[in-house]
């Protein structure tokens, strides 16, 4: 950590500084340069960057120059993460493929969207009984009783489960269904509901926040893993900004850029992403070619009917072309569907 | 509801958008101009506003006519709530302070600050028991025994209590000491947290997520309103923007706009708003100057040794400086502190 | 164009807004709803939506129906534009690769980079003569010396030439060198500049501004358009988010938007959009995934001595290497390179 | 200058590094910690701020120690500057208002709102007679015949004029009527515009960009003192986040923040940062609160038929008003009006 200090910090300033580092227990090394003395310090940066040390009279700014997460850092795993989801390895050569409706609707609908995605390839099978809705009069999902139904999808078409856990006081119920927990992107900072699931060894897919950067990510993958769940996947979904002709911004450099910072791996959600149907398909190529180990995408049979985000789900066939399209971009970056 | 239909968007693509409408129970106006097709909606749009309208056949776009809140609307009382807080009422004429501790640290520092605040003018204490923190690694509050030094600092000051909920699971102790409870940035889309919240009497301050539209912020309120709790206060706290100068941006238009668009008062946090100290004070006073009807602002005797958040507390006595000049802005736009 | 009035708009307010209307040279079309009045106007929207109408009173707001540009729209050429630029047609099924410097630093060395994008298989060569830079101490490019340099690259490769135009001044200039003038994200909303380039028959490469949306985009290209130049490019080169740890945020996703709503290729520039040279060809690849019509990249042969955006330079052998994968690429998905 | 190695870098690249600074003429310290080394850089920072270390393989990060402007910054006139433009003085104890129009729209209109403005106690008149419009068909201002009338409303109100500039070609045009030069957001980074202004000795308003950091705001304004112009006056005009609701988000922290980084004064424009008539009496009131030098708000004697921005202008009698109220607000922070 390097502190930098004010250009007319008073000696007295400077000594109560480097008392307030020794007090630590750090070693400070001070370097005055022609504009500003700035002081290094030696030791454990993530537990000295818990102290105010910017509160200090004297201290224009406080840099620091390691990452704050240690368990999600590429340098505790080089050569990367599989996390296996009943069977199906996510973060391997073969791309994954989730996909499903966005709520369960019901037992009927979702049999046959099941059945579809099985039969056009998809690997894991999404859908959410318990939903977060910005409005209180939105449908907010079937409950138990959905999860049921994604119990029997699961049976029938023997594709593992993806559903959302919202509430700590659910984790039990939801634990029993699910092969792969989802956090929402409302609940990424939700540091309960993340400790809950760390206490835990099911596979957990946690999705960015819409305003949380990749750091912030990383720190909330950290909470799940301190608790000592390393079993989990990243989830880019899109990202809050100034344009508003897509339902979110989706940041696909986050690939790359996770696969640097992290050995854990990354899927992507166009569906949210882009909020529209007719972006999906060119965003889930896209991230593929980006290198992301997975895709999840939101299908529905009838999407003017559907009880939630029907305008950003595709059609069953649409999705059978998309991934035709999905393996011969897997393909021409090396790697399969 | 408008419904604006593609330039060339088929009869049978018309027929099949009029059929779905009326099928909802609602009655369908078209009105053909030169480039585009119209269709209006008539009935409750907060019903309509569910369907997936957008994924018809031959529909550009949906334009919502009514705001998706009601309890939280203007409308709704238009002459503006007064939010009783143990015997402190916000949205009156007379500017309400909260100050304290970002976190409870110590019995004894607790019981000091809390002594300050109230000599230097103070109406309500904050202090945290349970924090959410970015890092799994930083502090994270003294739980119950925190709540129990905030009933000891009532007691001895007479300040009522203003704590974070953060899990359902905690909901009953918080609320056992609590007089204001408060959800978090972080939690302003928790929404099983808003729902539980919203089954009990006691008041709660909302505050804005970072990335929330203000349009959010009321559906937030409105998922607490819609349980039965109409005993709610909205907090501006800044939002994330790409200026990295300050911890966050805070909006001040965001308190004219609220006062406008709903009847719930609206006060301002200034220390997470900006994240430094030497900010603080300058946009309390702006924020008393745009019409919020309180300001919460942390305060710690020694910020450098603060547990949480010390770059952005005042110091005791700049505290007390503070009150002065909030209490002249305060006349000067005919309020009272 | 749809108007919405207040829930207690006055019978005269309304007859004021019909008045003012039919003053226009409109049609007013009033709609009673239970909650709201809504008037419908019927005409060329795009007079009307310059009447500022939302400051009448009694109107709660102003709902646009058509899009505000024409020229740029998909309906105006919808099987989509091709523009030729010396003999290189972008906007067809092959990929075309704009390589070359961020800025023209040196005869020798741009020589040198120009033989080797040309023999890695790029169609046009980029260079700075005129550099935009947030500092006025940092390099600010070569100017006329420059271009000078840039034409001898052409003439020794082949590769036509991009290059900025920053000043009206140096429209004639930077004209008589530059087979695509670059207008750069800064000055996209520089519109004496646009309508400067608006006036001649040069192809335009218009890159997006860091906070424009989409619509301004389109509208930035309409004032090129509207001048008579119908020859257009525009390139998606990162919007500014609070992601702080790339440059910009490379949005894929306005790929597929604008050929949905434009006839105009669209190019990107994964050099800016990431601001790192190890997410440039995971970001290159996606943007053909995603079906952009072209990638510009920086190539620089020691990045580490570069006058300008080193850090985003790709060294020649990678470029090289990119270029292999991106053929790949572009061939999954229907085109070539 | 602080450069932090990657984790696992070689003593060759370590060495490559140390020569490179050698070679700029600066003075490398190394420092070794358990998990990282770093290397302080000695020497004058603005001059190797340019070198793209971050190129250099073993590098993980370049830390700037200082900050980038100097002519701009608080310590090169720690007192703070005070600008006289023809007599009136910016950045003393008397907080300055600027009053018009956004255009310049014809004669008599432009002098009614002239002495509308006065009498209520403006002291500078705006007035655009060169207008930035996204869109080509909206109303591009009168251009000299719209200098005229402001040079005609000068002579019978006294108002110094405040008018933007948009195209270095018009420089002298506009400096020949202007007592104040704009430079409007759009053309922040205009760096041509702004070395144009800054190699004349009038007075400049440079706009903060509408996705400007401080620090680039700070730049601007370096650009334009770097040519021999000290006469500028900062002004925050709101920049663009995810809020629809208001046109940008006014980011008054920037007031107090700019306070601190630099000695040139700030004013505040309310009409643009909120782009609603409602919100800008409100948000004057924060403005001046929160240390601003001046407001400059737009005032039409009928919005609804404004040429531009009608929406966010106000009628003269809550102008009027307006100040009443920024007086009362100006004294309780120590200021006049």
């Known amino acids: 950590m390097i502190i930098v200090l004010k250009p007319h910090a008073t000696q007295e300033e400077i000594d109560h500084v480097l008392e307030k580092i020794e007090s630590f227990g750090f070693t400070p090394h001070v370097s005055r340069g022609v504009e500003r003395t700035i002081i290094g310090v030696i030791g454990d940066e993530r537990i000295i960057q818990e102290k105010p040390l910017e509160a200090l009279p004297g201290v224009e700014q406080v840099l620091p120059v390691l990452k704050p997460y240690k368990l999600a850092s590429r340098e505790f795993n080089p050569q990367g993460s599989v996390i296996e989801v009943s069977g199906v390895r996510v ?28 039969a056009a390839g998809a690997h894991l099978l999404r859908g959410g009984a318990f939903k977060p809705r910005t409005s209180p009069y939105s449908f907010q999902g079937l409950g138990a009783e959905g999860l049921r139904y994604l119990l029997e999808a699961k049976q029938e078409t023997g594709l593992p489960i993806v559903t959302e856990l ?140 559907a009880l939630s985000d029907g305008p950003q789900a595709l059609l069953p066939d649409l999705f059978a072309k998309m991934m035709e399209s999905l393996r011969r971009v897997a393909e021409a970056v090396g790697r399969s569907l």
Chains 1, 2, 3, 4 share one sequence.
């Open 91 to 118: 973060g391997e050569r073969k791309v994954v493929v989730i996909a499903g409706p966005c709520a369960v609707e019901s037992r009927e609908r979702l049999l046959q969207v099941a059945k579809e995605v099985k």
């Open 166 to 305: 919202m509430d700590t006081r659910e984790a039990d119920l939801v634990l029993e269904y699910a092969d792969l927990i989802q956090i929402g992107a409302r609940n990424m900072q939700n540091f309960r509901l993340l400790k809950e699931v760390g206490g835990h060894r099911k596979p957990v897919m946690l999705k960015r926040g819409m305003s949380a950067t990749i750091k912030e990510l990383l720190l909330a993958a950290e909470y799940i893993m301190s608790e000592g769940n390393y079993h989990v996947i990243l989830c880019e979904r899109g990202i809050r900004t100034f344009e508003d002709s897509t339902r979110n911004t989706l940041d696909l450099s986050a690939i790359p850029l996770i696969k640097q910072l992290s050995h854990l791996p990354v899927v992507v959600d166009p569906s949210h992403g882009t909020g529209k149907w007719d972006l999906v398909s060119p965003m889930a190529l896209a991230a593929v070619a980006a290198g992301a180990d997975g895709v999840m995408v939101e299908v529905h049979p009838r999407p003017e009917e």
